[in-house]
Antibody, heavy 118, light 110 residues
Framework: QVQLVESGGGLVKPGGSLRLSCAASGFTFSDYYMSWIRQTPGKGLEWISYITTSSRYTNYADSVKGRFTISRDDARTSLYLQMNSLRAEDTAVYYC???????????WGQGTMVTVSS | QSVLTQPPSVSAAPGQKVTISCSGSSSNIGNNDVSWYQQLPGTAPKLLIYDNNKRPSGIPDRFSGSKSGTSATLGITGLQTGDEADYYCGTWDSSLSGVVFGGGTKLTVL
């Protein structure tokens, strides 16, 4: 079945780095745009980045621009998020999601928790 | 502060109907399709409605969506206790070149 599984979350100090991964299965990964969304504990959803097919184009929310980098490896059917210069306000559950036409998020992973704290 | 505006909470009795509103602007809802997501307690969000009013396979027809101008509405009929969840609207924002969400609405089935 169609599945997305995130990994790589954990506790990191302010200013540190972390790389999240999202393993996709059950569909032709290379055919889809992919996205990262985060959710602060007890708060709402925040879209942070997306990547088109063939990694042709990426875009980021202002809150992470210049610090986070989205990438994909179609051979490994995996999506990544490199997070640098982490701040306390980056503490959240990070979800990867499959993007469909008109940019709705059709499939979500279970999420991975990132905590930025000294 | 979310780009799209939703009521923080709604409630209704089992078997009743409830609607959840989502208000935006011409750069988002006014010119793009709306999707709705259901987040049950302790789980990841799940697509409920896409392209304003379409339901993915497996979503019962108790759930419906509509859009008019710069606002959208999610309707749920025949409420069940299992419908208690947070509901989020989302759409593309042409000015931000990104997806925007509402702040979420907590549904309580009394």
């Amino acid at each position: 079945q169609v599945q997305l599984v995130e990994s790589g979350g954990g506790l990191v100090k302010p200013g540190g780095s972390l790389r999240l991964s999202c393993a996709a299965s059950g569909f032709t990964f290379s055919d889809y745009y992919m996205s990262w969304i985060r959710q602060t504990p007890g708060k709402g959803l925040e879209w942070i980045s997306y990547i088109t097919t063939s990694s042709r184009y990426t875009n980021y929310a202002d809150s992470v621009k210049g610090r986070f980098t989205i990438s994909r490896d179609d051979a490994r059917t995996s999506l990544y998020l490199q997070m640098n210069s982490l701040r306390a306000e980056d503490t959240a559950v990070y979800y990867c999601a499959r993007v469909h036409s008109m940019m709705f998020l059709g499939v979500w992973g279970q999420g991975t928790m990132v905590t930025v704290s000294s | 502060q979310s780009v799209l505006t939703q009521p923080p909470s709604v409630s209704a009795a089992p078997g009743q109907k409830v609607t959840i509103s989502c208000s935006g602007s011409s750069s988002n809802i006014g010119n793009n399709d709306v999707s709705w997501y259901q987040q049950l307690p302790g789980t990841a969000p799940k697509l409920l409605i896409y392209d304003n009013n379409k339901r993915p396979s497996g979503i019962p027809d108790r759930f419906s969506g509509s859009k008019s101008g710069t606002s959208a509405t999610l309707g749920i009929t025949g409420l069940q206790t299992g419908d208690e969840a947070d509901y989020y609207c989302g759409t593309w924002d042409s000015s931000l070149s990104g997806v925007v969400f509402g702040g979420g609405t907590k549904l309580t089935v009394l």
